[in-house]
């Protein structure tokens, strides 16, 4: 229910912000008739949406791999096998062929979950 209701927040606050920048940008450019209007309102909403699309990724995939640690480790609490996960992780890695580390901005923009080598390395630490 968190992640819903911040996804639904989310996109409200993202809404407003993109109204608002449409606001400003069309009472600068008052003298367009109502066709240009549109293509101008359509226009300024894609521009917008993608700018903040962008911008509040990182924050959207923070949540998210922070859930899916939470996940990992309620796992390993069940199962009580913090080297099966460790096992599941390294075949995973070697059958996808994923960066098991990738850079830090490919992480903070495009990951929703946790790198393979931050999961091993919690679930090492749990091991202990």
Avoid: C, W
């Avoid at 996804?7 to 940008?25: E, N, Q, T």
């Avoid at 008052?30 to 909403?45: G, P, Q």
């Avoid at 995973?92 to 490919?106: A, G, I």
Wanted: aromatic share 10%; charged share 25%; glycine share 4%.
């Amino acid at each position: 229910y968190k992640a819903m209701f911040g996804s639904v927040a989310g996109s409200l606050v993202g809404l407003y912000i993109i109204h608002r920048l449409m606001k400003a940008v069309l009472l600068k450019n008052r003298k367009i008739n109502s066709a240009e209007k549109m293509t101008v309102v359509l226009t300024l909403f894609l521009l917008f949406s993608g700018i903040v699309g962008f911008i509040s990724e990182p924050i959207s995939n923070a949540v998210s791999r922070n859930a899916e640690k939470k996940a990992d480790l309620f796992a390993v609490k069940l199962t009580k096998d913090p080297e099966a996960g460790i096992t599941a992780f390294q075949k995973l890695s070697k059958n996808s062929l994923s960066q098991v580390n990738p850079p830090f901005l490919v992480k903070i923009f495009r990951y929703d979950h946790p790198t393979m080598l931050e999961r091993m390395k919690y679930l090492e630490a749990e091991e202990k």
